[in-house]
């Protein structure tokens, strides 16, 4: 003998949207039936004193009655309520029920429950006088003038921070990895004395400069996401949003000020010395590519789509000097552009002479592009193999067009660009990767570690 078994609908009490919705008719009343799951709306009873006494109480005594006029359960007292009893049952009113809570009379709704970021608690924000002094004058600026060149003062500098956690220190661990201590303070020091005095000064900072220098550095070499900022630094995400905002553009006129083009002779002043058989080289090329959010637009995704990376993309130029700094560095093009093309829209072309040399990958097809000479490494065509001469100038120019690939990887240490960038930062990227790309030429570490013997 089968059993049969009540299957309850998993459907919420109310919660269906209907074709029409119901409106509370009680004055200063804003409860509507079209979402709301909670309440329930009641129509004017049939009796004719039963339903005068429903106008006198909710005070419409000339009001017209139709079939849709509905009174909602919140005007009734919990004795004149009959709840239901299945899942998909009607509340009720019990006979002879009369609204009587109304806001004339004192009834009141509970407010909502507040947020969990209301709730929390947080320490009142303490600025010292020296500093409430210090903002509440202003200082008059010229915001066309170009900034000085940054003058780094090698002297002992010493700072402090409100920020002194546990996970600060492992944060300032993970950046040390890829930024020296001492080029941070030294850089953080030559901006604080140059420009800081012009732009800090007209309003009132959440945080210190050092502060703020700080949680951009995390942002870009850690990669956390602005809401994990906001909550570690005890600040709104529109604030962090802002301080990333400013801080990107800053570091991209104050690093960008500085030429890192670096001429012919001064090339030849530092050229190494495993580059004596290619000592006519300017620079080494490579492009690297950044994945991205996939655009919403069918035309975008076919423009940014890169079928190397099987992705979409953002692809730049990156060229650097034989003895290891980025003197060259390219916008961000999308990613379906060949390596040829970008070559020619970056502009790079114009700034090799005939005297000079670049080093690419097989990729580059650009001995038709520029006048210099290029490094490339040679190709199979028809051959069945490659002759020795061939062999050791693939070798040759493959052990050192590489070091570009090392200082792509060490450009890439900053998680920001590990992951898929999001169309929420592409409005400020090219400014984020030049001042990655400008950042890694203060690193103090060496790109190939000596080999013991």
Same mark, same amino acid.
């Given at each position: 003998m089968s059993i049969k078994r009540k299957v309850f609908k998993t459907e919420h009490f109310q919660k269906q949207e209907k074709k029409y919705s119901e409106h509370c008719c009680v004055p200063l009343c804003s409860a509507s039936a079209k979402f709301n799951g909670i309440l329930s709306f009641h129509g004017f009873p049939t009796h004719s004193d039963l339903r005068r006494q429903w106008l006198v109480n909710i005070r419409r005594d000339r009001f017209t009655i139709t079939s849709h006029t509905r009174v909602c359960s919140r005007h009734f007292a919990s004795d004149q309520l009959i709840e239901p009893t299945t899942l998909d049952g009607r509340r009720r009113l019990i006979k002879g029920a009369v609204p009587t809570l109304f806001e004339w009379n004192g009834f009141k709704v509970e407010p909502p429950r507040r947020s969990v970021w209301e709730r929390t608690e947080r320490r009142p924000e303490l600025v010292p006088a020296d500093d409430q002094e210090e903002h509440s004058l202003t200082r008059d600026h010229d915001y066309c003038s170009v900034p000085d060149p940054i003058l780094y003062i090698h002297t002992p500098v010493y700072y402090s921070t409100s920020l002194f956690t546990p996970w600060y220190s492992m944060v300032c661990i993970t950046i040390t990895k890829h930024l020296a201590k001492k080029s941070i303070i030294l850089l953080f020091h030559s901006l604080r004395s140059n420009i800081f005095p012009f732009v800090f000064t007209f309003q009132r900072q959440l945080l210190q400069p050092i502060d703020e220098f700080f949680l951009f550095l995390v942002f870009l070499s850690v990669g956390l996401k602005e809401r994990d900022l906001a909550h570690r630094f005890n600040i709104h995400q529109s604030t962090v949003s802002r301080i990333i905002a400013t801080w990107t553009n800053f570091l991209a006129t104050a690093l960008g000020s500085q030429c890192i083009w670096l001429t012919r002779e001064e090339v030849q002043a530092y050229?190494?010395?495993?580059?004596?058989?290619?000592?006519?080289?300017?620079?080494?090329?490579?492009?690297?590519?950044?994945?991205? $959010?996939?655009?919403?637009?069918?035309?975008?995704?076919?423009?940014?789509?890169?079928?190397?990376?099987?992705?979409?993309?953002?692809?730049?130029?990156?060229?650097?000097?034989?003895?290891?700094?980025?003197?060259?560095?390219?916008?961000?093009?999308?990613?379906?552009?060949?390596? !040829?093309?970008?070559?020619? $829209?970056?502009?790079?072309?114009?700034?090799?002479?005939?005297?000079?040399?670049?080093?690419?990958?097989?990729?580059?097809?650009?001995?038709?592009?520029? !006048?210099?000479?290029?490094?490339?490494?040679?190709?199979?065509? !028809?051959?069945?193999?490659?002759?020795?001469?061939?062999?050791?100038?693939? $070798?040759?120019?493959?052990?050192?067009?590489?070091?570009?690939?090392?200082v792509i990887r060490r450009i890439k240490q900053n998680k920001l660009f590990d992951s898929i960038i999001t169309m929420s930062h592409v409005y400020n990227i090219n400014q984020l990767f030049a001042v990655a790309c400008m950042l890694s030429n203060y690193q103090n570490t060496a790109l190939v570690k000596k080999w013991v013997k």
């Open positions: 050229l190494p010395e495993e580059f004596k058989d290619f000592s006519d080289t300017q620079m080494i090329l490579d492009c690297t590519e950044l994945r991205c $959010q996939t655009p919403s637009s069918p035309l975008l995704q076919s423009e940014m789509y890169s079928s190397y990376k099987s992705h979409c993309t953002m692809k730049a130029l990156v060229g650097i000097a034989p003895h290891g700094p980025v003197t060259f560095i390219s916008n961000l093009y999308a990613g379906s552009v060949s390596d !040829k093309e970008l070559f020619k $829209q970056s502009g790079i072309a114009e700034k090799l002479t005939e005297d000079m040399a670049v080093m690419v990958d097989k990729g580059f097809l650009i001995t038709d592009c520029c !006048k210099c000479k290029v490094y490339c490494p040679p190709f199979l065509s !028809k051959q069945k193999q490659m002759s020795a001469y061939q062999v050791k100038e693939t $070798q040759a120019i493959a052990r050192l067009r590489v070091h570009v690939e090392r």
